[in-house]
């Protein structure tokens, strides 16, 4: 059986200064888990036969939307930045690094003009 613990905890000087605030933020922090999650999820918006008559009219690309299903590529500005064949060196397009592993110059994709649409920017 596990110890009971009878004895309160000391806290250190100035917590009666920051203990406000934390249970302020405590106090919100269960309001949003108990908060309804109703829309705020991926909701499916247009009929399939919708989605398939844009499709086939040129409106939205098929395999592009494809890609943004795929981990690592849900914010892909355009099939043409991933492809290796169409940049130097045989990798991918400057806009599919991600920020935190640039250098601090701001740089664009010679193809579609994105600044950067790596996932987790």
Not at 3 to 31: D, F, H, S
């Amino acid at each position: 059986m596990p110890k009971v613990k009878t004895n309160r905890v000391k806290y250190p000087e100035g917590w009666e200064l920051i203990e406000p605030t934390l249970r302020e933020l405590q106090a919100k922090m269960r309001e949003a888990e108990n908060e309804s999650h109703d829309g705020k999820r991926k909701r499916k918006e247009i009929s399939k036969e919708l989605f398939e008559f844009c499709m086939d009219q040129g409106y939205a690309d098929r395999n592009l939307i494809a890609k943004w299903k795929k981990p690592g590529y849900e914010r892909l500005c355009c099939l043409r930045c991933m492809q290796p064949r169409d940049h130097n060196f045989a990798t991918t397009c400057v806009c599919r690094v991600p920020k935190n592993l640039r250098e601090e110059e701001v740089i664009e994709c010679v193809h579609c003009g994105c600044r950067g649409c790596a996932s987790g920017d």
